[in-house]
Each structure stands twice: as C-alpha cells, then as structure tokens.
C-alpha cells in the first residue's frame, strides 16, 4: 500500500508562485509514475501534470503549458509541482496520484491507484 500526503497549498495573490510537495511512503516509489489532478468546486477532477518513475518524461495539460512544472526526488520519495503566474482559475484542491506502472503519464485518473487527500490552492484576482 502507498500513502501520499500533499502540502504547500495557500493563498497567493494572481501572477504568483506556489511549490506543492507530496511525500509517499509504503511502496518503494521508484516503482510507479506520479501525477497531479485538480478540482474546482463544482467542476470535474482534471489531470494537471504526470511523470514517469525516473523523471525522465513528463506531461503537461494545456492549461498549464509553460507555467507549471512536474519533477521528483525518488531519494526523497516526493514529488513536487512548481506553479508559476497563477491565474484565479488554478483554483482547485489539488490531489497528488500514485500511477498502476512505472510508465503511464497519461490523463486518466483511472490509471492512477493511490491518492493523497488534497491542498487547497486558492488564487485571488
């Protein structure tokens, strides 16, 4: 079993930055990809960003294309999401994932097995 816990959410002004972290234990976690999903009041879970086990590919929605950022430390069983030039419509809790394989990166959260209970990232205008 694999228990994922996130932090670093807040509360940040439009066009700032925000770092989430999500730290895993159980599982070796070099075993599996990770991802981040996000969802708005009212709205349906979105992917947000994947990356494989070794870090050495990652996805990104469009939405956030060039503003946020998918890396990890598998030293240090975490994975990290930097978003830069928030825009109020980040607002979401964001959820980090656990991947069924080392290799999926995809959008589908049915491929990922392990969740973590979410931070809320509120982006005020």
């Known amino acids: 079993q694999v228990q994922l816990v996130e932090s670093g959410g807040g509360l940040v002004q439009a066009g700032g930055s925000l770092r989430l972290s999500c730290a895993a234990s159980?599982?070796?976690?070099?075993?599996?990809?990770m991802g981040w999903f996000r969802q708005a009041p009212g709205k349906e879970r979105e992917f947000v960003a994947a990356?494989?086990?070794?870090?050495?590919?990652?996805s990104h929605a469009d939405s956030v294309k060039g503003r946020f950022t998918i890396s990890r430390d598998n030293a240090k069983n975490t994975v990290y999401l930097q978003m830069n030039s928030l825009k109020p419509e980040d607002t979401a809790i964001y959820y980090c994932?656990?991947?069924?394989?080392?290799?999926?990166?995809?959008?589908?959260?049915?491929?990922?097995?392990?969740w973590g209970q979410g931070t809320q990232v509120t982006v005020s205008s």
């Open positions: 994932a656990g991947g069924r394989n080392r290799l999926y990166i995809g959008t589908s959260a049915r491929e990922y097995v392990y």
């Open positions: 159980g599982r070796p976690f070099s075993s599996y990809a």
């Open positions: 990356i494989t086990w070794s870090g050495g590919s990652s």
